[in-house]
């Protein structure tokens, strides 16, 4: 897997690619978001539309951040989720754990609006 990270003012924009499907891409993944938490930068959005891999443990890996996240008074949020990726997280049950936006503007748009 690769991680690009961006800034796009307050939100940290980690751009996904390859697979999130092994320990390695796991242990990866979540370090990345640790080390976001421990800059302080809480507003975290996931960009899969270059993630060609899910399977469970990528899926643990991505409620692991979320929970990470959210713990440290932050919010995570998914966008430009593929075909592929889509029905797997459908199929998990986990459109009711992340918020997924179809695209990297609708996502930020959302950070903007105030929590409720």
Do not use: W
């Amino acid at each position: 897997m690769r991680i690009r990270r961006r800034d796009a003012g307050k939100v940290a924009v980690l751009e996904a690619a390859g697979q999130l499907a092994g320990a390695a891409d796991q242990r990866q993944f979540h370090d990345t978001i640790r080390g976001l938490v421990a800059e302080g930068r809480l507003e975290v959005l996931i960009d899969l539309s270059r993630l060609t891999r899910l399977n469970s443990t990528g899926l643990g890996a991505l409620v692991a951040g979320y929970h990470t996240v959210a713990r440290a008074g932050g919010r995570l949020k998914l966008c430009a989720v593929n075909d592929r990726i889509d029905s797997i997280l459908a199929g998990s049950g986990l459109y009711s754990v992340f918020e997924v936006f179809r695209t990297e503007e609708e996502a930020l748009v959302a950070f903007a609006r105030p929590r409720v």
